[in-house]
Nanobody
Framework: QVQLVESGGGLVQAGGSLRLSCTAS????????MGWFRQAPGKEREFVAAISWGGARRYYVNSVKGRFTILKDNAKSTADLQMNSLKPEDTAVYYC?????????????????????WGQGTQVTVSS
């Protein structure tokens, strides 16, 4: 089992950058697939990015490709989301999520149902 805590959210102007960090406690983080989701007011939770347990595979929603980068540091038990060229439509509460992975799984985890562990969320607000 793993516990997840997000940090790094805040208020930024359009075009700016933020780096969100997800710190995990518990065992076997290195074997976990990790993801980032976001939820804007009045909208459903949306997949943003995912990374496989060893970091070899990354996936992004089309709207953030080329602007966001997901990173995983197994030594530090962190999964970060570097966000550049932010837009007002990126405003949302961002959640990190984790699920046990490993070499036997090659399919991406891009839905909320794929994950069993969630952080509490961190607010990102992008002003125009």
């Amino acid at each position: 089992q793993v516990q997840l805590v997000e940090s790094g959210g805040g208020l930024v102007q359009a075009g700016g950058s933020l780096r969100l960090s997800c710190t995990a406690s518990g065992r076997a983080f290195s074997t976990y697939d990790m993801g980032w989701f976001r939820q804007a007011p009045g909208k459903e939770r949306e997949f943003v990015a995912a990374i496989s347990w060893g970091g070899a595979r990354r996936y992004y929603v089309n709207s953030v490709k080329g602007r966001f980068t997901i990173l995983k540091d197994n030594a530090k038990s962190t999964a970060d989301l570097q966000m550049n060229s932010l837009k007002p439509e990126d405003t949302a509460v961002y959640y990190c999520a984790g699920a046990p992975g490993g070499p036997s799984r090659n399919t991406p985890r891009t839905t909320a149902q794929d994950y069993g562990y969630w952080g509490q969320g961190t607010q990102v607000t992008v002003s125009s």
